[in-house]
């Protein structure tokens, strides 16, 4: 049962513009979605999460937008950067603090 | 100021050995988990301990076990090592087991088994 699904494999988009990261979930209970960004031979990175009674949250370039009704949440990169080139993790957070991560999704920024 | 450290950075083993993974937690943090990334996958929950006791343990067999020292530090143990078991170890610290600001990971232990 895969409670954080990420579609999208891989992602590529020019330097400048969006990009857009796409994460559905089947957990209602999940209190905390958080993004992990990851780059070759290091740990993932804690990017920006939001709370399940928030739709938004914004942080510089990087916004997090949840739809609760849909269960879907995206990651918006704006303007990417050839260094946000990485892969992308979506995850869910309950209370007991586990986190469960969505397969990941390579974004590729070309100069 | 040091991350959360792993070692060793990469291990390889052979079917049906044992293995002991470690991980130095962030100073001051007290939860420690245990995730295993498969390569082309998300990282999985293995274990978690906050103040030396195990708070959660996901979908993993007996052959995994974990425990947590006093001074915050962790060991992951796994015996009797199959191939399926080669992945990439990550190790994340947090000062609470449960919280919205993310865990902070180290790079991991790259573990091969032959």
């Known amino acids: 049962d895969q409670q954080v699904k990420q579609n999208s494999p891989s992602l590529s988009v020019q330097e400048g513009r969006i990009s857009i990261l796409n994460c559905d979930y089947t957990?209602?209970?999940?209190?905390?979605f958080l993004w992990y960004k990851k780059y070759p031979a290091e740990g993932p990175t804690f990017l920006i999460s939001?709370?399940?009674?928030?739709d938004k949250n914004e942080d510089g370039r990087f916004t997090v937008f949840l739809n609760k009704s849909a269960k879907h949440l995206s990651l918006h990169i704006v303007p990417s950067q050839p260094g946000d080139s990485a892969v992308y993790f979506c995850s869910g957070s309950s209370n007991t603090g586990k986190l469960i991560f969505g397969q990941g999704t390579t974004l590729q920024v070309k100069p | 100021d040091a991350g959360v450290t792993q070692s060793p950075t990469h291990l390889i083993k052979t079917r049906g050995q044992h293995v002991t993974l470690r991980c130095s937690p962030i100073s001051g943090h007290k939860s420690v988990s245990w995730y295993q990334q498969v390569l082309g996958q998300g990282p999985q929950f293995i274990f978690q301990?906050?103040?030396?006791?195990?708070?959660g343990r996901g979908n993993f067999p007996d052959r995994f076990s974990a425990r947590q020292f006093p001074n915050y530090s962790s060991e992951l143990n796994v015996n009797a090592l199959l191939l399926g078991d080669s992945a990439l170890y990550l190790c994340?610290?947090?000062?609470?087991?449960?919280?919205?600001?993310?865990?902070?990971f180290g790079s991991g232990t790259r573990l091969t088994v032959v």
């Open positions: 939001i709370s399940s009674i928030k």
């Open positions: 994340a610290s947090s000062n609470l087991p449960g919280l919205s600001g993310g865990y902070t």
């Open positions: 957990n209602s209970m999940f209190d905390y």
């Open positions: 301990y906050y103040e030396k006791e195990e708070r």
